[in-house]
């Protein structure tokens, strides 16, 4: 991964954290972050845009070195995934998190995966 700056047709330098890959032999470049505009006094603005994205970068790690064989069995998640749908809970979050603009994270995925948890491998905490 590296920083690369980019000029637009209006000649405004922009800033963008962006990573090497290759494909059918030849190397290609994909944009993970823009990151705003370039500038001479703009490094601390850029250094604090790196950090506040820095879970991100972590996540894109983290998803590229998961395999298949890491994952559970599709069967029971798309039973729970149904099981919200038609109880009404998908409705309910989803109502809770539009009262609630200020969330940082995903409500709904979160109970989803604590359910997920429990649903597919049931046992108490202590186990």
Known sequence: MFI??????AGQAYYHLVESYR???????????????????RMDELIAALSKHKEILTLLELAKSVEV???YILGPLLVL?????KS??????????TKHPKLEFDLRGLVFTLAAARFVRPGSKLK
């Open 23 to 41: 494909l059918d032999g030849k190397v290609k470049h994909r944009t993970l972050l823009s990151l705003g505009k370039a500038g001479e006094d």
């Open 69 to 71: 064989k890491d994952t």
């Open 81 to 85: 995934e149904r099981l919200f749908e």
């Open 88 to 97: 009404g809970i998908n409705a309910i979050l989803k109502s809770i998190t």
């Open 4 to 9: 690369k700056t980019t000029i637009n047709s």
